[in-house]
Antibody, heavy 117, light 110 residues
């Protein structure tokens, strides 16, 4: 059974870097699939952030592209998210997901990250 | 970036049929946008109902179906049940190879 588990600091200082890890079990990240990050601000809808393939290919939403990096570590079977220069607007639950077709399909439970001093 | 549009809210009677839609500001939705549909209740991760337009995810009841209707993606719930009351989101892949979620539809079953 495929499981995804997000982890990382729950509190990040403004202007700092948000770093999250998605630990994948039950499947190798070296599949044909892409691995996405999605976030949801409190009381708001879902926002796709970006995705990575184990080959190193990535895609990002234009509005965040200058601040975000998504990567895959084959040796650790993990997926990473880094979001730089964060503000309070980046406070959200962050979900890791495995794509099916071309969009997120298999989800982790999510990790709440609060940006605050 | 393109905007994905969904009805903000919808209501359906128990046992009734409802079709939620997912449109694209830049034009018609097609299978190439690989529409996915999700159900989400408060405090929970999204549950994927449909991927690639009409492929039902494992364990999803067959009262949920996906299609393209006109120039939009559509999620049809046939024989709605009380526990179908949730938020429903769609996601589309758009030119530039990134995904965009719709704003979500709050479905009420009453």
């Amino acid at each position: 059974q495929v499981q995804l588990q997000e982890s990382g600091p729950g509190l990040v200082q403004p202007s700092g870097t948000l770093s999250l890890t998605c630990s994948v079990s039950g499947v190798s990240v070296e599949t044909v699939d892409w691995w996405s990050w999605v976030r949801q601000s409190p009381g708001k809808g879902l926002e796709w952030i970006g995705e990575a393939h184990h080959s190193g290919l990535t895609n990002y939403i234009p509005s965040l592209k200058s601040r975000v990096t998504v990567s895959v570590d084959k040796s650790k079977n993990q997926v990473f998210l880094k979001l730089r220069s964060v503000t309070a607007a980046d406070t959200a639950v962050y979900f890791c997901a495995r794509d099916a077709g071309a969009n997120p399909a298999y989800w982790g439970r999510g990790a709440l990250v609060i940006v605050s001093s | 970036q393109p905007v994905v549009t969904q009805e903000p809210s919808f209501s359906v009677s128990p046992g009734g049929t409802v079709t939620l839609t997912c449109g694209l500001s830049s034009g018609a939705v097609s299978r190439s946008n690989a529409p996915n549909w999700y159900q989400q209740t408060p405090g929970q991760a999204p549950r994927t109902l449909i991927h690639n337009t009409n492929i039902r995810s494992s364990g999803v009841p067959n009262r949920f179906s996906g299609s393209i209707v006109g120039n939009k993606a559509a999620l049809t719930i046939t024989g709605a049940q009380a526990d179908d009351e949730s938020d429903y989101y769609c996601a589309l892949t758009v030119p530039g190879d990134f995904s965009v979620f719709g704003g979500g539809t709050k479905l009420t079953v009453l």
